[in-house]
């Protein structure tokens, strides 16, 4: 029994000695020097603050400027037999114009759609609560996205 514990605690710290995050600083191919919020809502601040770390300067890679513009729908997916909500679907569209370079020369455009539904509940605190998390955590997933697409090109 001892010799499984002491194999156990061996394998929990030095097994995840090679963790690394997947978008460190050190790895990429590019930089964004810019970023324009084409209109001025909630959803796309958000994202440009999550992608803000990024932007850096540094001659020797990509260089790209991007114009962000996203747009957040809530709407009502079923109804139950009194016409009262049941569920409802969260969408983020998320358009990103991207230039490289510096130029004023449209180089790629990424479209990004991600949506999520959920259940009504009936303390709306806690409705709002569930709402505003699902909100942050699409924001996250499309920033990734962002980041990634950015790497591909």
């Known amino acids: 029994m001892k010799k499984i514990l002491l194999y156990l605690c ?4 030095f097994g995840c000695s090679g963790y690394e995050p997947i978008f ?17 809502n909630k959803t796309t601040i958000q994202i440009i603050r999550n992608i803000r770390s990024f932007k850096l300067n540094d001659n020797s890679k990509k260089n790209y400027f991007l114009k962000i ?5 809530e709407e009502v997916t ?6 009262d909500p049941l569920t409802y679907r969260i969408t983020i569209n998320t358009k990103v114009i ?6 004023n020369v ?5 479209n990004i759609t991600k949506d999520f539904s959920y259940n009504y509940q009936v303390n709306q ?20 996205e962002i980041l990634l697409e950015l790497q591909l090109m």
């Not at 460190?24 to 001025?40: G, M, P």
């Not at 079923?78 to 016409?83: E, I, T």
């Not at 991207?98 to 130029?103: A, I």
């Open 69 to 73: 513009n996203s747009k957040e729908n």
């Open 10 to 13: 061996f394998l929990i710290f």
């Open 98 to 103: 991207v230039f490289r370079d510096g130029s």
């Open 24 to 40: 460190s600083k050190k790895d990429l191919n590019f930089y964004i020097s810019d970023i324009e919020n084409i209109n001025n």
């Open 125 to 144: 605190f806690e409705l709002g609560q569930y709402k505003k998390d699902i909100v942050e955590n699409l924001i996250v997933k499309i920033s990734e």
């Open 78 to 83: 079923s109804r139950d037999s009194k016409g």
């Open 106 to 110: 449209l180089y790629n455009t990424i």
